[in-house]
């Protein structure tokens, strides 16, 4: 899949909800809801595959492995995908960008975080040398121009707004299609950077790892130039919930039953069962049907 679809939400004049999927059935669900893109987050893909935290564990061949199983049930729906710092020097970028390519992602976000990186809304994160991070996103824009591009900046914590902006602007100029402010999240400041950056779409991050920040309208939010907002693990903590109160329930009570759960029957249809044996039924030896 190309970025095209991604680039048109980007270029929109409305604010589109990227929640985050980690697997195939949670990829057919935020289908299923009618989203227009999805995203993989680098946390989630810690959590679900190493069960360790987002503190540079991953790296961007696993994301990319994940991916592949997750491209089938999203149809022409586009993935956006975590690639944290690139994993290297503009080289290194390029080459995480073709993996995300080759393995069906329509674009990803991309920081100015050390190697290895800490969650985006822990203490004690530095950034790189801003000719550095410049440096991946030219690369990468020349090289993998199949992607969409979305620079992240950690600055804001450590740096001040100031900077900020700066950073986006340099990394805009070097071909990102959007920027990513980490931390910024009031109406002042992004009308702020707005209006330094004219023309330059704005992705925000709504993370519950964030803690309690502002909940603006999404008038509000295209008013200053946010396209996107991401959700990256707001699916996988209701999944985790879910899934502790069913193992409490079973310790405690022998049954799952006072646990809300989706119907066998709507899990199956989710996964595609009735297809499936439709098909097998096709080729049963002896019973080859035409």
Request: charged share 20%; glycine share 10%.
């Amino acid at each position: 899949m190309t970025a095209t679809a991604l680039r048109a939400l980007l270029a929109s004049d409305q604010v589109t909800h990227v929640p985050g999927v980690y697997d195939p059935v949670t990829a057919a669900l935020a289908v299923r809801a009618g989203h227009r893109a999805v995203h993989l987050s680098g946390a989630a893909v810690s959590a679900i595959a190493l069960g360790r935290p987002d503190l540079g564990y991953v790296h961007g061949t696993q994301i990319a492995d994940r991916a592949t199983t997750l491209i089938p049930a999203l149809g022409e729906v586009p993935l956006l995908a975590d690639a944290d710092t690139g994993y290297g020097n503009p080289l290194h970028a390029v080459w995480t960008g073709l993996a995300y390519a080759r393995a069906g992602i329509s674009g990803l976000h991309l920081e100015d975080q050390v190697n290895p990186k800490r969650c985006g809304h822990l203490a004690g994160k530095e950034v790189v040398e801003i000719g550095l991070a410049a440096a991946k996103i030219s690369a990468l824009a020349e090289q993998v121009p199949q992607l969409a591009l979305i620079a992240r900046t950690d600055a804001y914590a450590g740096h001040g707004l100031a900077e900020t902006i700066v950073r986006c602007g340099a990394y805009a100029e070097a071909g990102a299609d959007a920027v990513f402010p980490e931390g910024v999240d009031s109406l002042d400041e992004l009308a702020e950077m707005h209006r330094a950056l004219p023309g330059v779409p704005i992705v925000i991050n709504r993370s519950e790892a964030g803690g309690n920040r502002p909940q603006h309208s999404d008038a509000d939010l295209a008013a200053v130039g946010v396209r996107l907002v991401l959700h990256p693990v707001s699916a996988l903590l209701a999944a985790m919930r879910a899934a502790s109160q069913a193992y409490r329930a079973i310790a405690e009570g022998g049954s799952a039953e006072p646990v809300d759960r989706m119907p066998w029957a709507a899990f199956t249809a989710l996964v595609g069962q009735e297809e499936a044996l439709d098909l097998d039924a096709r080729y049963v030896p002896g019973r080859l049907q035409t």
